[in-house]
């Protein structure tokens, strides 16, 4: 089973202060530390273990700059046989784009299968994985956290709100937005980065695809970016922790809970 | 005059509560700008709620047939295609549900309109419409504009706007014809599981004690279910715990888990992405905790610490023991 697997590196803004930038358009970056976006080390991890079960290739894209390229390593010390990089230079890419591009890249290729994460932890998109689909005219299911291929098909679990999942027989080719928690993904050591340094790693200019102007043209302007609006939001408990616990459980007592 | 669509969403014959929530935002649009509001109900044909739906719209629009009882991303995509080609709606809203995110980008490049996802407000300037979103896990909000275009997709954020109440519209029923050249569904539905199914059900808790992403490591569960039986309560957690397999998927609170009602729900460790926050709507008092001031969860929260989650479990079980 041959599968691509697309893939973004993102800043990890958890417990950061981000500050908006300049142009109000988007964020400072340069003090950010950067990683792999979460669904997609799931995806790449379950095309991986697709692998390993059913032999094939992996191969693992994305669009980006050089040090984005730290993602494609990542993925082939995870296991993919080779990655491609499409530098996107310097041109503003919305998720349309960005979905016309790897489809113009991909379209040539051999596949069964294509994985992306459901979404991207930056902007929460999550539509370029089914633009792709649809470029490319595979059949597709979003939000999967379960594949299982058999014959010219695979069985796959797709996760509906309320605990519930749909399961279903989809043809292949298609293409999958892999939803987190559908594995285990496996960790990546410094020498494992190392190692993969030997992998093929080929690297294309968005600029020579031959994509028109109107595939190029970005269909949603961010105008600007700005904080959350202020709410009341919550009544802050302040003091060292003894003190903090004892107001916790004095509130909790208040709200009908015996302890 | 021109016309806002809404994709109805319903399964196993009940409708889901975003399309309600859509019709409300749709309802209050198509008002400011005169528009006809339609409604357009994919199904099978013996939904019970198709009635109810021309209460709240203009006009119900039904396409009916047994193979469009369970949704399917591809026949979805046929038909409101032909229907966007024959009414050219102004917007056409979605659910940014995992059916939604399906739909959506599939029908943006069918149809060549361009699609704003998981918006939690849309407005009207100069004749175009702008929609406001949440990036970088709601830390931040962007106000986003389309390139012109005869049409527009917006999906809408479950939970952004209030469910409609039932309308006075007298909308006009319109049946049509499935398409006879409807393509081939390369997709066969087999079945829904109930995969939140388990052995404790948190949705009866008055006491949650809430781990997130926080916890860190799976070792330091174990103390805070020793606080949670001390605490008399009931351990519950967010996805991140979830998807690594540290709790089982009955103890998630959130969209894909479960909605909680309890009198109390301290959250330790847990940032307040959205999908979480849903489920917590419920709650009588929320309590969190958590280092970073900035996290989204002290926005719904009625009480605020921040402070390291393990000093405060610490301290916590300290006062109940004595």
């Known amino acids: 089973m041959d599968i691509i697997v697309c893939v973004k590196r993102v800043p990890l803004t958890q417990e950061v202060d981000l500050e908006i930038d300049e142009s109000k358009r988007g964020v400072r970056k340069d003090m950010l530390a950067y990683v792999i976006n979460e669904w997609d080390n799931y995806a790449v991890e379950e095309a991986i273990l697709l692998k390993e079960k059913l032999g094939g290739t992996v191969t693992a894209i994305t669009v980006g700059n050089d040090e984005d390229e730290e993602v494609l390593r990542r993925s082939l010390a995870m296991g993919a046989d080779r990655a491609i990089r499409i530098d996107p230079g310097d041109r503003d890419v919305d998720s349309f784009v960005l979905s016309k591009t790897l489809a113009e890249v991909i379209k040539g290729m051999d596949y069964d299968l294509v994985l992306t994460g459901v979404q991207a932890d930056d902007d929460n998109h999550g539509m370029v994985g089914i633009m792709l689909a649809e470029h490319l005219g595979l059949a597709h299911a979003a939000v999967v956290n379960g594949v299982e291929p058999e014959g010219d098909g695979a069985t796959i679990n797709v996760e509906l709100e309320g605990g519930i999942d749909a399961i279903s027989k989809i043809k292949l080719p298609a293409l999958l937005t892999i939803q987190t928690g559908i594995n285990e993904p496996r960790y990546v050591s410094i020498m494992g980065i190392r190692k993969a340094a030997k992998k093929e790693l080929k690297v294309l200019q968005l600029d020579e695809l031959g994509l028109s102007e109107d595939d190029l043209a970005p269909r949603t302007i961010i105008e600007e970016v700005f904080l959350p609006p202020e709410t009341e939001g919550a009544e802050m408990i302040e003091g060292d922790p003894s003190t903090v616990a004892e107001d916790i459980i004095r509130i909790i007592k208040e709200k009908g809970v015996s302890l | ?322």
């Open chain 2, 1 to 322: 005059m021109g016309e806002i669509f809404v994709v109805a969403e319903h399964r196993q014959g009940a409708l889901r509560e975003i399309t309600l929530e859509m019709l409300y935002k749709a309802n209050e649009l198509s008002q400011a700008l005169s528009h006809t509001l339609t409604a357009i109900m994919i199904g099978a044909g013996d939904e019970a709620f198709v009635d109810d739906l021309t209460k709240r719209a203009d006009r119900v629009i039904a396409v009916e047939d047994e193979r469009l009882r369970n949704f399917d991303a591809d026949l979805q995509n046929d038909i409101l295609h032909r229907l966007i080609e024959e009414y050219r709606p102004f917007l056409t809203l979605m659910g940014h549900t995992a059916w939604g995110m399906d739909l959506a980008p599939s029908l943006s490049i069918k149809s060549g309109l361009p699609l704003a996802t998981d918006c939690v407000d849309i407005r009207v300037e100069e004749g175009r419409p702008i929609v406001i979103r949440q990036i970088y896990s709601g830390k931040l909000f962007s106000r986003v504009a389309f390139k012109e275009s005869e049409g527009y997709l917006i999906t809408v954020r479950p939970g952004a706007f209030p469910p409609d109440e039932i309308g006075e519209r007298n909308g006009e029923l319109v049946r049509k014809e499935i398409p006879s050249d409807l393509p081939e569904a390369r997709k066969q539905f087999v079945e829904f599981l109930d995969a939140g199914a388990g052995e404790i059900d948190i949705g009866q808790a008055d006491l949650l004690v809430s781990i997130g992403r926080g916890i860190g490591e799976q070792e330091n569960i174990e103390e805070i279910k020793e606080l949670a039986e001390l605490m008399g309560g009931v351990i519950s957690c967010s996805r991140p715990v979830v998807d690594k397999n540290w709790l089982p998927k009955y103890h998630q609170v959130g969209t894909s888990g479960k909605s909680v009602k309890p009198k109390v729900y301290l959250a330790l460790g847990i940032s307040g992405a959205f999908q979480h926050v849903a489920g917590i709507s419920g709650a009588g008092t929320v309590i969190a905790v958590n280092k970073d001031s900035k996290a989204p969860i002290f926005r719904v929260a009625d009480y605020g610490v921040v402070d390291d989650l393990f000093k405060i479990s610490e301290a916590l079980k300290e006062k109940l023991k004595t």
